[in-house]
């Protein structure tokens, strides 16, 4: 099992930046990709943002604003957000996908990110 724990949601000004993190804790195993995810009321979950030992890929909405970055000594995922807007607002949540058998997702509780404009 893997344990996911995010932090660093918050309210923001439109064009201000946020740093969110995900700590796993638990039954790493590799290879795996970690990644967030967020879900705005009344919409789908969607991909943000995901990265492996050495790829990343981004939503096309945030492309050039925002920047995943793993530490795996430390287990922990960040997301930096620049050039936030109002439409990113949404819950965030954090993603372990085991890429070994048995494939399964992990997913944090979630926190708040409000842009205001």
């Known amino acids: 099992q893997v344990q996911l724990v995010e932090s660093g949601g918050g309210l923001v000004q439109a064009g201000g930046s946020l740093r969110l993190s995900c700590a796993a804790s638990?039954?790493?195993?590799?290879?795996?990709?970690m990644g967030w995810y967020r879900q705005a009321p009344g919409k789908q979950r969607e991909l943000v943002a995901i990265?492996?030992?050495?790829?990343?890929n981004y939503a096309d909405s945030v492309k050039g604003r925002f920047t995943i970055s793993r530490d795996n000594a430390r287990n922990t995922v960040y997301l930096q957000m620049n050039s936030l807007k109002p439409e990113d607002t949404a819950v965030y949540f954090c993603?372990?996908?085991?890429?070994?058998?048995?494939?399964?997702?992990?997913w944090g509780q979630g926190t708040q990110v409000i842009v205001s404009s």
């Open positions: 990265i492996t030992s050495d790829t990343t």
């Open positions: 638990g039954s790493i195993v590799n290879p795996n990709y």
């Open positions: 993603n372990f996908r085991r890429l070994v058998y048995p494939i399964k997702d992990y």
